[in-house]
Each structure stands twice: as C-alpha cells, then as structure tokens.
C-alpha cells in the first residue's frame, strides 16, 4: 500500500522555500510515496514545478500577511481538517511551529504526526522535536527527519522556474534591460517593517550604483510596494544616469523569480525576495537589522550579511525596541557599498 504523507509549512515566501532540502530528502527515502504538502497562497506557487511534492494543498483561513493575495475564496479551519482527513494521510511533518498547525494534524486524524515541540503543543504530535533556535531553519527542518529516522544526504536550495515565467521574464527584460550594463536588484520592502533599512539610505544607494558604478537598478515586489521605490527615487536631488525600473505590482511570483535569475546581484532587507535569489544561485548582499543571520542567512555560499553587533543584537523582534533600531542605523550605505562591489565583481566560490 503506498504511504500517504503530509508535511505543514504554510506562510512566508523565505521559509516555504528553506523546506526544499527537506523535501528532497524525504522523496529520497520514500520514492513511491505520495507526498502533499500544506502551503500558503502566493508562496506556494514556487513549489507548483517541484519534482519531490505530488500535490499542493492551500491553507487560506486568513490573510494578515500583506504579500497574501487569492482569488479563492477564505475556509475555515474545520474545512481543512475535513479535507485532510478525507485524504487518509499515514504520517504528517509539521515544520510550522504553531499551536494550530499541530491541532489540525491531530484533527484530521493523522495518526503519526512529527514536529517541533514549541508552543505547548507537544500534546498533538506523536514525536516531539526540539527546536534549536541557534541552528539555521534549513539545518531545524532536517533535525525533523533525522528524529524520524530519514536518512540526510545534502542540504542545498532548488528553484523551479517555469517555462512561461522564462518567456515572460525574457520578454521583459528586452523591453528594459541594456545588455550593456550590470543588473542590481535592489529591494528596499520586507514583510515586517521593522526590518526595513532607512529609505534615505536606499536612494544613496541608488545614486551611486547609477552615477558612479554604471549599474542599472529593479525593484519587484507587490503592488503596494511601487509607492515606496517612488518615494525614495525623489530623495534623490539629481538626475540618474540610469533610472531604476520599477516593475512593482506588474509580475506574479513566478515571473519575478525568473527576473531575479538575470540579476548580477539582489541587495536588500531580509526577505523572501533574497531568498529566492540564493535559491537561484544569484549572489547577494542582505541587510539584517534585529534578525539573526546565523538562524535566517540566505542559505548560499555566495552572500554577504550586513549587521551590527550591539548589545541587544539580535533580539528578533520579540522585544519592543528601546535603541531606535541601532542596528539597522549604524549600517551605513558606505559599508553597504563595500559589500556589493566585492560581490558584484567576484567570481563564485564554488
């Protein structure tokens, strides 16, 4: 009888796409098994293409992430327990660390159900793991399979790029790229503003990759994000040499991340957007601010990390800043500079 098998990690773009040396793993170890996996709208899609998942399940009960957009109508909570439980499933991974995530796997009647041991959950999983807050998601994730005894050969990213998100992508960049120049990403948004470094600090950055380095500058993101590249194209007092093409609100994910493959370089907050870019073997330069980059680093060896190492760094946000977000202000746009001319003009390491 083929195995039935559910893994559970819905939400953001970055840590959908840190699952994929997980999956890898496991469609290694059970090759004839049928694997689905409980993704979020929007972030899932870049799993749509992804040869170790057979079928992907969205999980759209709520939309308090900005990024969030579907056509498909919201269910209730009780809609997806019942359409697990109609699939019949042998075991469930659940990498997302939620008390909720756990309880719908129990629900659902999945009768063998491993996950992290966070948030007083321990109650719905059949084997508990801890969860090691110092470890890199990538290297947590595995620690899920290495409990459940599935063997873990490699640790590397994949991205699947569509055919037609190519051609879109392609069509695009003829549109508005000069071959003649290199191509920087520069993505001044992430999913929590607090991780967002000065906008001011964003069109320094700008003008001297267009005035001085010959670069030509993107950005991508959502609609709501157009306004922001707007506004820190007019803290910029001068002519540009070379504008920025703003394609905000313009591509769906899949067209995006095959713009991003073009790029010489991404440089940017900690978001989804860089990881896609280290997922696609694209180097960057990443600003960290209060986060982690030993737990939330792109995971590529071609990467640069901005931080800074005062005192309360990193708090990750779980306290109310009391510094006035040092860590990101002491990251100056010289040094950003620095890190992107050393990255922009080497060769790969490996």
Same mark, same amino acid.
């Given at each position: 009888?083929?195995?039935?098998?559910?893994?559970? !990690?819905?939400? @953001?773009?970055?840590?959908?796409?840190?699952?994929?040396?997980?999956?890898?793993?496991? +469609? !290694?170890?059970?090759?004839?098994?049928?694997?689905?996996?409980?993704?979020?709208?929007?972030?899932?899609?870049?799993?749509?293409?992804?040869?170790? =998942?057979?079928?992907?399940?969205?999980?759209?009960?709520?939309?308090?992430? +900005?990024?969030?957009?579907?056509?498909?109508?919201?269910?209730?909570?009780?809609?997806?327990?019942?359409?697990? +439980?109609?699939?019949?499933?042998?075991?469930?991974?659940?990498?997302?660390?939620?008390?909720?995530?756990?309880?719908?796997?129990?629900?659902?009647?999945?009768?063998? !159900?491993?996950?992290?041991?966070?948030?007083? !959950?321990?109650?719905?999983?059949?084997? $508990?793991?801890?969860?090691?807050?110092?470890?890199?998601?990538?290297?947590? @994730?595995?620690?899920?399979?290495?409990? #459940?005894? =599935?063997?873990?050969? #490699? #640790?590397?990213?994949?991205?699947?790029?569509?055919?037609?998100?190519?051609?879109?992508?392609?069509?695009?960049?003829?549109?508005?790229?000069?071959?003649?120049?290199?191509?920087?990403? =520069?993505?001044?948004?992430?999913?929590?503003?607090?991780?967002?470094?000065?906008?001011?600090?964003?069109?320094?950055?700008?003008?001297?990759?267009?005035?001085? $380095?010959?670069?030509?500058?993107?950005?991508?993101?959502?609609?709501?994000?157009?306004?922001?590249?707007?506004?820190? +194209?007019?803290?910029?007092?001068?002519?540009?040499?070379?504008?920025?093409?703003?394609?905000?609100?313009?591509?769906?994910?899949? *067209?995006?991340?095959?713009?991003?493959?073009?790029?010489?370089?991404? @440089?940017?907050? #900690?978001?989804? *957007?860089?990881?896609?870019?280290?997922?696609?073997?694209?180097?960057?330069?990443?600003?960290?601010?209060?986060?982690?980059?030993?737990?939330?680093?792109?995971?590529?060896?071609?990467?640069?990390?901005?931080? *800074? $190492?005062?005192?309360?760094?990193?708090?990750?946000?779980?306290?109310?800043?009391?510094?006035?977000?040092?860590?990101?202000?002491?990251?100056?746009?010289? =040094?950003?500079?620095? @890190?992107?001319?050393?990255?922009?003009?080497?060769? $790969?390491?490996?």
């Amino acid at each position: 009888m083929q195995v039935r098998i559910l893994v559970v !990690r819905y939400r @953001f773009i970055g840590d959908t796409i840190l699952t994929v040396p997980f999956l890898r793993n496991l +469609r !290694r170890c059970y090759p004839y098994a049928k694997i689905d996996m409980l993704v979020a709208p929007v972030s899932g899609e870049l799993l749509e293409t992804c040869p170790y =998942v057979d079928n992907l399940i969205y999980f759209d009960t709520t939309r308090k992430h +900005r990024y969030e957009s579907s056509k498909v109508s919201k269910k209730s909570f009780w809609h997806y327990v019942k359409l697990l +439980r109609s699939q019949h499933y042998d075991k469930s991974y659940i990498l997302k660390r939620s008390f909720s995530s756990a309880a719908l796997c129990a629900f659902a009647g999945i009768k063998n !159900r491993i996950g992290f041991d966070t948030e007083w !959950r321990g109650i719905f999983l059949t084997k $508990k793991v801890p969860y090691d807050s110092t470890k890199h998601e990538v290297e947590s @994730f595995l620690d899920v399979l290495k409990a #459940d005894n =599935v063997p873990v050969f #490699d #640790d590397y990213l994949e991205l699947w790029l569509k055919k037609q998100d190519v051609a879109e992508a392609n069509s695009i960049l003829s549109k508005y790229a000069n071959n003649n120049l290199k191509k920087v990403m =520069v993505h001044a948004t992430s999913g929590n503003p607090k991780k967002q470094w000065k906008m001011e600090y964003f069109a320094q950055i700008i003008e001297k990759l267009s005035n001085e $380095k010959n670069i030509q500058v993107f950005h991508l993101g959502a609609k709501s994000d157009r306004k922001v590249y707007e506004n820190i +194209r007019s803290m910029i007092k001068c002519d540009l040499l070379i504008e920025p093409v703003n394609l905000c609100g313009e591509l769906d994910l899949g *067209t995006s991340a095959a713009v991003i493959a073009n790029m010489d370089l991404v @440089f940017g907050n #900690d978001s989804g *957007t860089l990881h896609v870019a280290g997922a696609l073997d694209v180097p960057t330069v990443v600003i960290y601010g209060p986060m982690d980059y030993h737990k939330w680093r792109v995971w590529n060896l071609n990467t640069k990390a901005l931080s *800074t $190492k005062i005192d309360c760094y990193p708090c990750n946000l779980k306290t109310k800043c009391k510094n006035n977000f040092a860590c990101l202000e002491q990251i100056t746009p010289n =040094v950003a500079l620095t @890190f992107i001319d050393e990255m922009i003009n080497a060769t $790969k390491i490996y």
